[in-house]
């Protein structure tokens, strides 16, 4: 009798883990952690591509050292020496008044750009040459105006280059009467610019000012080093209150990036390249712009008022702010395969999700069932399709080489169907769905503006076409009584 009774219980229990082996509403749970189980090898994945990609950061800051790095440009502005008394028992202060040119125009538009190989990695250089012109007027009276006790005859004219290595050739000047002055590496108070530290202040935000040095030792005002300056005498014109234009020629090499900020109370710039795909960032963006195969032509008009600085004033307030606005092109090809290889994986869950809930489909349809290790090696193919992404990515580009990823995992993951659900026809059934799989992915690649939409509205079909598909399935695996 006990023998009987234990039997019974056997066979209850043996038909309690049959029926929850059947469950297709425990097999879908389980699918759901396999599918956060997954995310384990992409986030290897991502901590590889981040770690090639600043790998490539560092060949491309290398690379750019060597040629001038990103250039940063601001035209002639006129810088006279001022001294405030002591007084009050505060020491005396020297420093540097400004004042900016009525108006500046910088023309570069000959701006020849060539992309340097190092290792698998590419960075765009270029040479360019052009000129910075700026027109003075009421010089005597607006510095008279200021009320400081100005040293008129060490005034100068400065123009900053942001890294001097770059300069192909002898900065000049062409005065108002046909004499060329030649510039020379800028001393404030004794000192050259480059042997004065920069000081920054990090805000909230990221975000970082120039904090104007003082000489060590002194009350001295230092002059902001946002750039190297060069400076040119030229006392005697001040002094005779004569309204004066001044052309600077410069032949310069660097490497990403161009920058201009606006030195003149009303401030043109023209710039031309043979790079056809340009980025325009910066404070202010382009009155006009020309982009073609042949490259670009762009054109900015920045009034007083829109820069946001005064025309004239103290060194080391009026510079900084000066340093807030910028016109700025960018060199560097906006294709970049890390940062879309790392989009990619953003949505690794969601498309591997994706795919398991295909093959559940099917198992649920067809009546064959999938074991868990089946799908983690579907998973980790998926996984793999990504470090392939990363891998050609590298070489070819991003479009290229998704399509070579996607194609061998499609190829893989389909014809496993085909072998797990026994024909030929599941083969081509899933190469379909996880071809659409792919395809989606590589749409919201393409269109980064559109991609959380999209996302959203496919993840939502396919639940609603999970839902319509199972709405017969016996989630208990057997048929209630």
């Given at each position: 009798?006990?023998?009987?009774?234990?039997?019974?219980?056997?066979?209850?229990?043996?038909n309690?883990?049959?029926?929850?082996?059947?469950?297709?509403g425990?097999?879908?749970?389980?699918?759901?952690?396999?599918?956060?189980?997954m995310?384990?090898?992409?986030?290897?994945?991502?901590?590889?591509?981040?770690?090639?990609?600043?790998?490539a950061?560092?060949v491309?800051?290398?690379?750019?050292?060597?040629?001038g790095g990103e250039?940063t440009?601001?035209?002639?502005?006129?810088?006279?020496?001022?001294q405030i008394?002591?007084r009050?028992?505060?020491?005396a202060?020297?420093?540097?008044?400004i004042?900016?040119?009525?108006q500046g125009?910088?023309?570069?538009?000959?701006?020849d750009?060539?992309?340097?190989?190092q290792?698998?990695?590419?960075?765009?250089?270029?040479n360019?040459s052009g000129?910075m012109e700026?027109?003075?007027?009421?010089?005597l009276?607006r510095?008279?105006?200021?009320g400081?006790?100005?040293d008129?005859?060490?005034?100068?004219?400065?123009?900053?280059?942001?890294?001097?290595r770059g300069l192909k050739?002898?900065v000049?000047?062409?005065?108002?009467?046909?004499?060329?002055?030649?510039?020379?590496?800028?001393?404030?108070?004794?000192?050259?610019?480059?042997?004065?530290p920069?000081v920054?202040?990090?805000?909230?935000n990221?975000s970082?000012?120039?904090?104007?040095?003082?000489?060590?030792?002194?009350n001295y005002?230092?002059?902001?080093?946002?750039?190297?300056w060069?400076?040119?005498?030229i006392?005697e014109?001040?002094e005779?209150?004569?309204?004066?234009e001044?052309s600077t020629?410069?032949s310069?090499s660097?490497a990403?990036?161009?920058s201009v900020l606006p030195?003149?109370?009303?401030?043109?710039?023209?710039?031309?390249?043979?790079?056809a795909?340009?980025?325009f960032?910066?404070?202010?963006?382009?009155?006009?712009?020309?982009?073609?195969?042949?490259g670009f032509s762009?054109?900015?008009?920045?009034p007083?008022l829109s820069?946001?600085?005064?025309?004239?004033?103290?060194?080391?307030?009026?510079?900084n702010r000066l340093a807030?606005n910028?016109v700025?092109?960018?060199?560097v090809?906006?294709d970049n395969p890390?940062?879309?290889?790392?989009r990619?994986l953003?949505?690794?869950?969601?498309?591997?999700?994706m795919?398991?809930?295909?093959?559940?489909?099917?198992?649920?349809?067809v009546?064959?069932?999938?074991?868990?290790?089946?799908?983690?090696l579907?998973g980790?193919a998926q996984?793999i399709?990504y470090l392939?992404l990363?891998a050609?990515?590298?070489r070819?580009?991003?479009?290229?080489a998704?399509?070579?990823?996607?194609?061998?995992?499609?190829?893989i993951?389909?014809g496993?169907?085909?072998?797990?659900?026994?024909g030929?026809d599941?083969?081509?059934?899933?190469?379909?769905?996880?071809?659409?799989?792919?395809?989606?992915l590589?749409v919201l690649m393409?269109?980064e503006?559109f991609?959380?939409m999209?996302?959203?509205?496919?993840?939502?079909?396919a639940?609603?076409?999970t839902m319509?598909l199972?709405?017969n399935?016996?989630?208990y695996?057997a048929q209630?009584q």
């Amino acid at each position: 009798m006990g023998m009987t009774q234990e039997i019974e219980q056997n066979q209850r229990q043996d038909n309690v883990l049959a029926r929850f082996r059947g469950s297709a509403g425990l097999k879908l749970i389980l699918i759901c952690f396999l599918v956060l189980l997954m995310g384990i090898p992409a986030m290897f994945i991502g901590a590889i591509s981040y770690e090639r990609s600043s790998y490539a950061d560092q060949v491309f800051r290398e690379v750019s050292e060597r040629y001038g790095g990103e250039q940063t440009l601001v035209g002639p502005i006129l810088s006279v020496p001022y001294q405030i008394p002591s007084r009050n028992n505060q020491p005396a202060e020297t420093g540097h008044y400004i004042l900016f040119p009525d108006q500046g125009r910088v023309d570069f538009t000959s701006i020849d750009v060539e992309t340097k190989q190092q290792s698998l990695y590419k960075v765009p250089v270029y040479n360019a040459s052009g000129t910075m012109e700026a027109e003075f007027s009421n010089v005597l009276s607006r510095l008279t105006a200021s009320g400081l006790d100005l040293d008129l005859t060490r005034a100068k004219l400065l123009v900053s280059v942001s890294d001097v290595r770059g300069l192909k050739s002898d900065v000049s000047m062409m005065g108002p009467d046909g004499q060329r002055l030649n510039f020379e590496p800028a001393q404030f108070n004794g000192v050259t610019t480059p042997a004065i530290p920069p000081v920054t202040e990090t805000a909230l935000n990221g975000s970082i000012r120039v904090i104007s040095p003082a000489v060590p030792g002194s009350n001295y005002r230092g002059m902001p080093r946002f750039g190297n300056w060069l400076s040119a005498d030229i006392g005697e014109w001040v002094e005779t209150d004569v309204p004066f234009e001044v052309s600077t020629d410069l032949s310069l090499s660097g490497a990403q990036s161009l920058s201009v900020l606006p030195f003149a109370k009303s401030t043109r710039v023209d710039m031309a390249s043979n790079w056809a795909d340009p980025g325009f960032q910066g404070e202010f963006t382009p009155l006009s712009r020309d982009i073609g195969e042949s490259g670009f032509s762009a054109n900015w008009t920045l009034p007083y008022l829109s820069r946001g600085v005064a025309g004239e004033g103290r060194a080391h307030i009026i510079l900084n702010r000066l340093a807030q606005n910028q016109v700025r092109v960018k060199f560097v090809n906006t294709d970049n395969p890390y940062q879309t290889v790392n989009r990619a994986l953003k949505y690794s869950i969601l498309f591997i999700g994706m795919v398991f809930l295909a093959y559940f489909l099917f198992e649920v349809i067809v009546g064959v069932r999938v074991h868990p290790a089946q799908y983690i090696l579907i998973g980790l193919a998926q996984a793999i399709f990504y470090l392939l992404l990363l891998a050609f990515s590298e070489r070819l580009g991003f479009s290229p080489a998704f399509a070579i990823a996607s194609t061998l995992t499609v190829m893989i993951t389909s014809g496993y169907a085909g072998a797990v659900f026994g024909g030929r026809d599941y083969i081509w059934k899933a190469g379909a769905v996880f071809a659409t799989v792919y395809g989606l992915l590589f749409v919201l690649m393409k269109i980064e503006d559109f991609a959380l939409m999209i996302g959203a509205l496919a993840s939502f079909i396919a639940i609603a076409a999970t839902m319509y598909l199972t709405r017969n399935t016996d989630w208990y695996g057997a048929q209630r009584q």
